[in-house]
């Protein structure tokens, strides 16, 4: 069964620290994992995914099939980086995406 | 212009009744889905729909119900509401495949009283 997990329900950090969002997930095969982002009072948006191995944000985040993760890292947080994030599995066709519980990260000043 | 729309934005109704949501996607994509986003925040899918075939999330009660139209179009009927259902319901579309990115709504806000 598909199944991913973010530990901390709230996260606090200070503007100018790092941050690292951490999620695991299960899948017996080879998923896609994404990491969705929820900005106060607006719709879930794609933040980044493992395949395009990309930065956005200054976020970034590394699959570790060994360790079965997938978390998300900025070495240095801003204000605006406030939201809920949402780590996300998919399957193989024909199987539905799979959130995590969500993480909410609180930068403070 | 907005790529996936949904409508009402918020909903208020009685224990009892039927109601709908409405939502479009000019993306010219094939799938839709529809999620359930409780109070704590936890997202919840409830149905993924292309042309084909309809996943459902067997956790999901009968009441709910999806309707597709047409491709653009994936609305959500919920029968006899109860006071469980309150929560923000986000419509969602992509492109059939593992691993295409999907292009959610504003969400609509349902209050059951």
Known sequence: ?109 | DTAVSQTPKYLVTQMGNDKSIKCEQNLGHDTMYWYKQDSKKFLKIMFSYNNKELIINETVPNRFSPKSPDKAHLNLHINSLELGDSAVYFCASSHTGQGNEQFFGPGTRLTVL
């Open chain 1, 1 to 109: 069964a598909q199944r991913v997990t973010q530990p901390e329900k709230l996260l606090s950090v200070f503007k100018g620290a790092p941050v690292e969002l951490k999620c695991n997930y299960s899948y017996s095969g080879s998923p896609e994992l994404f990491w969705y982002v929820q900005y106060s009072r607006q719709r879930l948006q794609l933040l980044l995914r493992h395949i395009s191995r990309e930065s956005i944000k200054g976020f970034t985040a590394d699959l570790n099939k060994g360790e079965t993760s997938f978390h998300l890292k900025k070495p240095f947080a801003q204000e605006e980086d406030s939201a809920m994030y949402y780590c996300a599995l998919s399957g193989g066709y024909g199987q539905n995406f799979v959130f995590g519980p969500g993480t909410r990260l609180s930068v403070l000043p």
